[in-house]
């Protein structure tokens, strides 16, 4: 999954996304006091729109080139800030986000957590993580074929890698609150939402 594979995957459609913000992202955000904010694998930006909207200063990054410029024309408040890397070997800012907004990201597991310690040392004293993925149960067994799931971080490993600066506010199994995207079996979420303490 680099950036070939995902800018093949945008190109190929005019719109993969609904352009609708997560709902994972609206119920947990929702009535936070807005600050800087980080949504990794941002795609077509609908997060990132919805969080500006909101009063956010947003980053708004992917690994997919053609997902950024379909973002930047559609930024209805044009303060989002688009950055091309890829979160797997570029950290961003440590201490630099009120929120670290991940949603459906997949994230390849490393015997090291590299990547994945990048995105927790993002977060501020105080700020939020928000990880939300798709439930394995839902995934019909044909779809191993193409990849191992397994391989990539959910939100309950998450959860169990968070040392004593954090605490876990939300780790659970929930009904999505918006049908799946088209020729996807998705009925639930994994969701994780975690405060740094320091």
């Known amino acids: 999954m680099d950036a070939q594979f995902w800018d093949e995957m945008y190109r190929s459609r005019d719109q993969v996304f609904s352009g609708a913000p997560n709902g994972v992202l609206v119920t947990e955000i929702t009535g936070?006091?807005?600050?800087?904010?980080?949504?990794?694998?941002?795609?077509?930006?609908?997060?990132?729109?919805?969080?500006?909207?909101?009063?956010?200063?947003?980053?708004?990054?992917?690994?997919?080139?053609?997902?950024?410029?379909?973002?930047?024309?559609?930024?209805?408040?044009?303060?989002?800030?688009?950055?091309?890397?890829?979160?797997?070997?570029?950290?961003?800012?440590?201490?630099?986000?009120?929120?670290?907004?991940a949603q459906y990201l997949p994230l390849r597991r490393q015997p090291d957590h590299t990547a994945l310690h990048g995105l927790l040392d993002a977060v501020a004293p105080?700020?939020?993580?928000?990880?939300?993925?798709?439930?394995?149960?839902?995934?019909?067994?044909?779809?191993a074929r193409d990849f191992d799931p397994l391989d990539y971080y959910q939100p309950d490993d998450i959860a169990r890698l968070l040392g004593h600066d954090w605490t876990v506010l939300i780790n659970e199994t929930r009904p999505r609150t918006a049908p799946a995207p088209p020729g996807t079996h998705h009925t639930h979420d994994t969701v994780l939402r975690a405060r740094r303490l320091r």
């Open 32 to 101: 936070l006091t807005p600050g800087r904010a980080l949504d990794v694998g941002c795609g077509e930006g609908a997060d990132a729109h919805w969080l500006a909207v909101q009063g956010w200063q947003v980053t708004g990054v992917d690994i997919s080139a053609t997902a950024l410029e379909r973002a930047a024309a559609k930024d209805p408040t044009g303060r989002v800030v688009w950055t091309r890397a890829d979160s797997a070997a570029t950290p961003p800012p440590a201490c630099a986000f009120d929120l670290v907004s």
């Open 126 to 143: 105080g700020g939020t993580l928000l990880f939300a993925g798709h439930d394995l149960a839902d995934l019909p067994p044909e779809h």
